[in-house]
Each structure stands twice: as C-alpha cells, then as structure tokens.
C-alpha cells in the first residue's frame, strides 16, 4: 500500500513502476482514505505500542493506494524492493532507501508474510476486485521446467 505521504509526494508512478519492472504483476488496486478500523485490522501487531498514535494519524492523512501485486515469492520479493522500515537506514537502490528520511513517513506498507497478506488484503479488497490476466512477458519472465 503507497502511504499518504507517497501519494502526495506524487510517487504513486514511480512506486508502481518499480514492482512492475521487476516482473510482479498489479491485479488489485483502489485509491482510498483508510479508516480507523483498518488501520487497526492492518497494524494489529502494533496497537499498544508507543508510536501507534502517530501512525494511525499518519495513514489517515490523505488517501492511500492499497493495491495487491502477485508472483512468485511476493511477499518476500516486495518486502526487498521496499527496503528496510528506516528509509535512513535502507539500502540504496530500495523505494524506501531512494525515497525516503524518516520512519514516520515512510512511503509504503507491505505485508509481512502470505498469512498477513491473505488478511491485509481483505481489510481493503473483496475477492470480485482482483483480476486476472496474463503479463505478456510471463513466458520469459521465469524458467519454465515443465
Ligand atoms: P514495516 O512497515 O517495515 O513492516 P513495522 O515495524 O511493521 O514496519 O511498523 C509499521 C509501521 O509503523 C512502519 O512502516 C512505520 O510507518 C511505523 N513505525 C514503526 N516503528 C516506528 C517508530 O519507531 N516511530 C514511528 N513510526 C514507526
Ligand atoms: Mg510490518
């Protein structure tokens, strides 16, 4: 999901076209204001915590970009490209590292594993909202041992 500070910063583009150049295909996506029952559905794991106040303030800023991104490894693959939550301390080369200063503003959410994916992605989608189609480059993009 592309943060309120990503969406008004004018990087929604920039953000998608990362994830589609490495070969992960869009099959879901919605610009929305978030409310405060998703963002504690989607930051469960944090509620309680000291920063979880700003956080949510922070999500419910302006409209996000939730969207859902399939390919092999997705989860794993994203989590990489997005880098580490610290944009100060993630690795060039990462959205978050590229992009970003500060934790508190720091651009995208991605899911932690496929169990919080499968969870995350029905806070903000219904299952007639994904898509299905066929990236043409699907036949190059992996090797095919079958
Ligand atoms: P992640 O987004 O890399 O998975 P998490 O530890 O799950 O990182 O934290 C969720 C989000 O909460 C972060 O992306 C960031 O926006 C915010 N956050 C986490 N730790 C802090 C903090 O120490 N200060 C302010 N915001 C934080
Ligand atoms: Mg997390």
């Known amino acids: 999901m592309i943060k309120p500070d990503g969406v008004a910063?004018?990087?929604?583009?920039?953000?998608?076209?990362?994830?589609e150049e490495k070969g992960l295909k869009l099959v879901a996506a919605r610009l929305v204001r978030v409310t405060e029952a998703q963002v504690m559905d989607q930051y469960r794991e944090h509620a309680g915590?000291?920063?979880?106040?700003?956080?949510?303030?922070?999500?419910?800023?302006?409209?996000?970009?939730?969207?859902?991104?399939?390919?092999?490894?997705?989860?794993a693959v994203v989590r990489r490209l997005i880098g580490a939550t610290n944009p100060a301390e993630a690795a060039p080369g990462t959205i978050r590292g590229d992009l970003g200063m500060d934790t508190g503003r720091n651009l995208v959410h991605?899911?932690?594993?496929?169990?919080?994916?499968?969870?995350?992605?029905?806070?903000?989608?219904?299952?007639?909202?994904?898509?299905e189609y066929r990236r043409v480059e699907e036949p190059v993009l992996y090797e095919w041992t079958g």
């Open 49 to 75: 915590k000291p920063f979880f106040p700003s956080l949510s303030a922070y999500i419910m800023s302006g409209p996000c970009l939730p969207m859902v991104w399939e390919g092999r490894n997705s989860v």
């Open 110 to 131: 991605a899911s932690d594993s496929p169990e919080s994916a499968a969870r995350e992605i029905r806070i903000h989608f219904s299952e007639k909202d994904l898509v």
């Open 9 to 19: 910063r004018g990087l929604a583009g920039e953000i998608i076209s990362r994830l």
